[in-house]
Nanobody, 123 residues
Framework: QVQLVESGGGLVQPGGSLRLSCAAS????????MGWYRQAPGNQRELVAE???????TYATSVKGRFTISRDNAKNTVYLQMNSLKPDDTAVYIC?????????????????WGQGTQVTVSS
């Protein structure tokens, strides 16, 4: 079992910045992928950015050039630096990780989700 603890959300004015953090804890696991999704009222959950254990990153088109995802593998923590925030970025931001469990006869990937942290961009 993996627990995800998110922090860093809040209220910010347009053009401002926020940094989100998400720490994964548990036992007998390795994390292959960590990322952030977001969900605004009335909208589906969408990918914001994700990063592999090797540092390969993927971003939604809408946040490229403004958001930066990074991770500390030793701490199993992922960060999302959000700059030049816009009102359209307002949403609940939810951390996700993929944990790899190796058994004697197979390897299984498990998806875990955090509780989410609210980001509101408004003047």
């Amino acid at each position: 079992q993996v627990q995800l603890v998110e922090s860093g959300g809040g209220l910010v004015q347009p053009g401002g910045s926020l940094r989100l953090s998400c720490a994964a804890s548990g036992s007998d696991f390795s994390i292959s992928l960590m990322g952030w999704y977001r969900q605004a009222p009335g909208n589906q959950r969408e990918l914001v950015a994700e990063v592999t254990s090797g540092g390969y990153t993927t971003y939604a088109t809408s946040v490229k050039g403004r958001f930066t995802i990074s991770r500390d593998n030793a701490k199993n923590t992922v960060y999302l630096q959000m700059n030049s925030l816009k009102p359209d970025d307002t949403a609940v931001y939810i951390c996700k990780c993929v944990a790899v469990q190796v058994y004697s006869d197979r390897t299984v990937n498990y998806n875990y989700w955090g509780q989410g942290t609210q980001v509101t961009v408004s003047s």
